[in-house]
């Protein structure tokens, strides 16, 4: 059986990184170690299980561009909830950016809401016979 258990997620700066995934999008903190050399392994979820952020700092020209753009401005994470009008209130409460009202599709209640570099994600809850 094979899992995706991590994706590398590109920020400029841990702290205000975890800030946003930890206040805002209600994530925990899954690992947050330094080694002897300075490098910080920062990794965020929804939760305990399932597919996790590697934080992974931007290390200047080469992939500064790329922060808010990890999908070349296409919608790269679709976040699931089983309650999407509460997550939708609380995530605005908290101050995310939504570009849209929430609409209903065959695949479920969805909105494009913007991290913290303006990188579209999708608040999606799936219909309840799905």
């Known amino acids: 059986m094979l899992r995706l258990s991590d994706v590398t997620y590109l920020v400029l700066d841990h702290d205000e990184a975890i800030a946003f995934f930890v206040e805002a999008l209600g994530f925990v903190v899954?690992?947050?170690?330094?080694?002897?050399?300075?490098?910080?392994r920062v990794v965020v979820g929804p939760g305990e299980g399932g597919t996790g952020l590697v934080l992974a700092l931007s290390s200047g020209a080469g992939t500064a561009g790329a922060v808010g753009r990890q999908a070349g401005g296409d919608v790269a994470f679709f976040l699931e909830t089983d309650d999407f009008a509460a997550q939708h209130a609380r995530m605005t409460a908290a101050g995310v950016r939504?570009?849209?009202?929430?609409?209903?599709?065959?695949?479920?209640?969805?909105?494009?809401?913007?991290?913290?570099?303006?990188?579209?994600w999708d608040l999606i809850e799936p219909p309840a016979d799905a």
């Open 30 to 40: 899954r690992q947050d170690e330094t080694d002897e050399s300075g490098w910080r």
């Open 98 to 120: 939504f570009r849209e009202e929430p609409r209903h599709e065959v695949y479920g209640t969805v909105a494009v809401f913007e991290d913290l570099y303006g990188m579209p």
